[in-house]
Each structure stands twice: as C-alpha cells, then as structure tokens.
C-alpha cells in the first residue's frame, strides 16, 4: 500500500510569487491535514480537510489556502510569497474512525528567495 | 539531509542502552497522545499511540508513558540501536486529525 505522497519534493519560488502544493492520501485515507515545519517554530498545524470541506484551520494568514478533492487528494496555495514561508511543508492522512493514526509523506521543501 | 531540528535538546546514548525521551503537553482535553521519528529529509514517522485514559502502552521496543496529574509523557526505547538516531516529537491530537507537536528531542546513538 503507498503512504502519503507529496509533489513536488523540492521547490524554490521568488518574493511575491505563489504556489502549489499536491498531496495524495493513503488509499482509503479521506482525512487530510497539513503542517509547515521550520526551525524556529517547529511543526504547526495549517488546515485540516475531510469529504471536500475544510474541517479546522490553524492560525496562519489567508495567504494560506487549501482544497480537497472528490478522491481525497489534496492541494495547499500559498499567494504572494515572503521569504518567512521558507519550510518543508508536510501532509498527513487518516482514516474517519482511525483518527488517532496520523501518517505523514516526506514533505515539500520550499525555498523562497 | 536537510536539519528541521536545530538547537534541540539532544540525548546522547550508547548502542544497547535505554533511552528515555521526555515530553510536556498543555492540553488536558487531548484525547490522544503520539510519537513521532524524524529522520533527516523525511516526513515525521509514527511510532506509537497512547489514549489519554491510559498510563502505559508497549510496542516492540518501545513504551509510552502517560502522567496525567503532571501532564508528562515519555518514550522508552529499549536496546537503542544506531538506526533509532532521529528526532523524537511528541503529539496532542484533539478531535478529528489535528495535532499540536512538541518542539523534538534529537537522539544520537553512538555505536
């Protein structure tokens, strides 16, 4: 069974741009949530979606949006890029019912500059 | 690898020892508290689970124990071996798939 498959691995992105992150649950998987991770602030909670809708949302600037399709997969958007938002950027997936077993893909590092 | 875990308390061990790793939580209403592995350049990896009506869960190697009166959590890794040296995080999971991570402890084991 693949585990939680994220694209692209590696980005670099200039001030002011925006992108796009992709996400691909486990298969069977209809939770998805993400996570940006930097050394300084550690690992934070960004958004959280279940069936196409947005189930809870961490405290992050609108800059910050995201979307789930009707096969689960998923996308995160950052819009007009700071060189703050330089991190690896992780999505995890679970079962409805298995909460409490959260997997993780290996994450999309982002570089801004 | 790329270092998400700089300026992290570090716990050195030999090969065969136990390691403890230690983690406070906030949270009492966590229904669900959880360990992560980090290598470098990977994704956080779960290693095991405990519910928050629990003390004490064993894995294969591995123990998680819960004080609920200090809000405490540790991770007992028996026979450490090369391969455990990682990151550790602890996690809160409060309703649906959201978790609030600790800030990690990077484990080196010396072989």
């Known amino acids: 069974k693949a585990g939680v498959t994220q694209t692209p691995r590696y980005l670099i992105k200039t001030r002011g741009q925006q992108v796009t992150l992709s996400c691909s649950p486990i298969?069977?998987?209809?939770?998805v949530s993400w996570y940006q991770q930097t050394p300084g602030q550690g690992l934070q909670f960004l958004f959280e979606?279940?069936?196409?809708?947005?189930?809870n949302k961490g405290n992050f600037p609108g800059r910050f949006s995201g979307r789930q399709f009707s096969n689960s997969r998923s996308e995160m958007n950052v819009s007009t890029l700071e060189l703050g938002d330089s991190a690896l950027y992780l999505c995890a997936s679970s079962l409805e019912g298995d909460g409490n077993t959260i997997y993780f893909g290996e994450g999309s590092w982002l570089t801004v500059v | 690898g790329e270092n998400v875990g700089l300026h992290l308390p570090t716990l050195s061990v030999q090969e065969g020892d136990n390691s403890i790793i230690n983690c406070a939580y906030s949270?009492?209403?966590?229904?669900?508290f959880i360990w992560y592995k980090q290598e470098s350049g990977k994704g956080p990896q779960f290693i095991i689970d405990?519910?928050?009506?629990?003390d004490k869960r064993q894995g294969q190697r591995v123990t998680v124990l819960l004080n609920k009166t200090v809000k405490h959590l540790s991770l007992q890794i028996a026979a450490t071996q090369p391969g455990d040296s990682a990151v550790y995080f602890c996690a809160e999971k409060r309703g649906y798939s959201t978790l609030t991570f600790g800030k990690g402890t990077m484990l080196l084991v010396s072989p």
């Open positions: 405990i519910r928050s009506n629990m």
């Open positions: 298969s069977g998987h209809r939770s």
């Open positions: 979606y279940f069936s196409e809708t947005q189930r």
């Open positions: 949270n009492s209403a966590s229904d669900y």
